[in-house]
């Protein structure tokens, strides 16, 4: 039985949805036409900026953060309606100021920063004025366990000097981007999870080198972007470690848990609005004496649809309503489930579309295919489908010898 929310998170959630029909969906279509001009392709398009103060304007902003101080005060059981709502545009999250990797990065500084910290650098972020990146993937070794991480980040004196490269820093190419957090090695003579620290880099510290913008299936996700960036001999102050020495994976896995379960929300939102295309496609066009939409190898990839994306809700919330009772750390189990039921629901729902819209499906015309893009890249994002299923074996192995040893 689902969990009623409250009634400021209902309202937020209509509030929202008319914010979507009204503004987000119209401004695609503008967003990519300034794009596709060249000298356009890496500066910001002004209706998001304009679409930024309407939302902070009408109070849809930072929806994300549990806290009332940072944010609005909604449980993560009432954040996933409305994440998932935001989902079924890929301009929308940043338009609201809940966007990867961000809302990542501010909770980060919320949870690990110093006052000077906070600031500096949160403020700004909050307000939605600069944006962020979160370097930790290397090129050179699999990134998956962390402990392969071999970008330096050695005292010297009043300073850390970093030397690395890193890749897939998504949004290391907007002219926006003012601040980095980067995970490397201060003691490689430490335990394995010890190694590792996280530091504050601003982007404009002599050293930093952009060295490519990366595509996913042929998108570049301009003017954000991801992108290949080099640390060489970096040097910035003692005082931007965050937390401590030794505190890396700490930081991450705080930071982790969050991030996966705001994808997961957000995918969701994905195979929602596919489902939606097909529907709406299906309706208007015609083959073989008939509408495609009576067909019935049609309504069965309908049916079929609609059968997974309610599943992939039901263990999205249930394991949001597991977060909010019991912490991130208890719903781990449950957080590696999401994180590979969520992307491989959107991916077949997005695909069945995709075969509904024939051509168009594949073109530029309709959202599919970059939502196809998306989706899949959501199987890497934060730890691929493999290290999960065997963190769910793992728990549930462990949960399993725990209940046989309980004398009944």
């Not at 809940?98 to 980060?108: F, L, W, Y």
């Not at 896995?253 to 991030?259: A, F, I, K, V, Y």
Request: with cysteine.
């Amino acid at each position: 039985m689902l969990k009623e929310i409250s009634s400021y998170a209902e309202r937020l959630k209509v509030e929202l949805l008319d914010f979507m029909e009204e503004y987000i969906y119209p401004a695609e279509k503008e967003v990519e036409e300034y794009l596709e001009n060249p000298e356009n392709r890496w500066t910001i398009p002004p209706i998001i900026e304009e679409l930024k103060q309407k939302a902070k304007s009408q109070g849809l902003w930072n929806l994300f953060y549990a806290d009332d101080n940072y944010g609005k005060g909604l449980t993560n059981y009432e954040y996933a309606y409305l994440c998932e709502i935001m989902g079924r545009s890929l301009i929308a999250p940043e338009i609201f100021n809940c966007n990867a990797p961000d809302t990542g990065n501010m909770e980060v500084l919320i949870k690990y920063g110093n006052e000077e910290q906070k600031q500096e650098w949160l403020t700004p972020l909050l307000e939605g004025e600069i944006r962020s990146i979160f370097s930790m993937t290397e090129p050179t070794i699999a990134s998956s366990d962390a402990t392969n991480i071999q970008t330096e980040i050695i005292r010297v004196g009043n300073e850390y000097v970093i030397n690395g490269k890193k890749w897939w820093s998504t949004g290391a190419i907007d002219p926006r981007c003012k601040i980095a957090i980067v995970m490397g090695k201060t003691d490689p003579s430490a335990e394995p999870h010890k190694q590792q620290s996280m530091i504050l880099v601003p982007m404009d510290t002599p050293g930093i080198e952009i060295k490519r913008p990366l595509k996913v299936f042929g998108y570049d996700h301009a003017p954000t972007g991801h992108a290949e960036v080099h640390y060489n001999n970096v040097r910035v102050p003692i005082s931007n470690l965050l937390l401590g020495e030794g505190r890396g994976f700490e930081i991450a896995q705080g930071r982790l848990g969050p991030g996966r379960i705001h994808h997961a929300m957000r995918g969701i939102g994905q195979a929602e609005r596919a489902l939606d295309l097909l529907i709406d496609r299906a309706e208007e066009r015609e083959a073989f004496g008939s509408k495609l939409i009576d067909k019935d190898v049609i309504r069965v990839q309908i049916a079929e649809s609609r059968l997974e994306i309610e599943q992939a809700r039901l263990l999205t919330l249930s394991t949001a309503h597991k977060i909010d009772q019991y912490g991130a750390k208890a719903a781990r189990k449950e957080i590696a489930m999401i994180k590979i039921a969520v992307p491989r629901v959107a991916l077949n729902v997005i695909d069945r579309a995709i075969e509904v819209h024939g051509g168009g499906g594949v073109s530029q015309d309709f959202p599919l295919a970059e939502h196809y893009a998306h989706a899949r890249t959501l199987r890497i994002v934060d730890g691929p489908d493999q290290v999960h299923i065997r963190d769910i074996a793992k728990l549930e192995i462990r949960e399993r010898r725990k209940n046989k040893s309980i004398k009944l």
